[in-house]
């Protein structure tokens, strides 16, 4: 493995331990080659640089009081997209490897030709959630949210995300989302949902 040096390795943790169910990541480390240990290390490095990403392309939310979960948003960049796109393709072949850079972009591309006609081009992506598991059902999870919507609210954005799991949706009805679209991805061979929230006034 190549050297890599974390910059959030405790949330990088916590995260795998919240989506280790997750069709997404469970096809991810599949398609990458080592020892089961090697394929969690890689799929750590993942979640590090999709927090270092999100604070140049859009917002990571981490709560003051605890390590135990975060969230992770990307913005609309406009010119910059494309270098983002490289960055990250150059990040996944050298970390993850080329098989697994093949499989993530086979899903991102499908899922992204989905959601672009049915969500306004200045929206914003909640890209990764996660709490880890023995902190779970402490309504704690909507505390790694309902900050970032206070801002979009403010600012009059939709947020939208997509969910491999039913059983959150409920989680993020409550949070204002409503199922837009259900999709079959063909490489994971799991449906998915794309989830929407207007921005609301007053809030």
């Keep these: 493995m190549t050297d890599y040096t974390f910059t959030y390795r405790t949330l990088s943790e916590a995260l795998y331990e919240s989506l280790i169910d997750d069709p997404f990541y ?38 003051t009081e605890h390590n135990y979960g975060a969230s992770i948003w990307l913005k609309p960049m406009g010119e910059k997209e494309e270098q983002l796109k490289n960055e990250k393709k150059e990040f996944l072949i050298n ?35 996660g709490l880890r598991p023995a902190h779970q059902n402490k309504r704690l999870g909507s505390g790694l949210i309902i ?29 204002g989302y409503t199922s837009i679209a259900t999709f079959n991805e063909p490489i994971t061979g799991s449906p998915y949902w794309i989830m929407a929230r207007q921005p609301m006034s007053g809030a």
């Design 147 to 175: 900050p970032v919507l206070e801002k979009t609210d403010g600012l009059g954005i939709t947020t939208y995300l997509e969910t491999f799991t039913p059983r959150n949706m409920k989680f993020y009805e409550k949070l």
């Design 26 to 63: 469970i096809t991810l480390e599949k398609a990458i080659r080592g020892t089961q240990l090697e394929k969690k290390e890689m799929i750590l490095r993942y979640m590090d640089y999709s927090m270092i990403e999100a604070e140049h392309a859009g917002q990571v939310f981490i709560p």
């Design 95 to 129: 970390q993850l490897g080329e098989n697994a850079w093949q499989c993530y972009a086979s899903i991102v591309n499908y899922m992204s030709q989905q959601a672009d006609p049915l969500i306004p081009p200045d929206a914003w992506y909640l890209s990764i959630v």
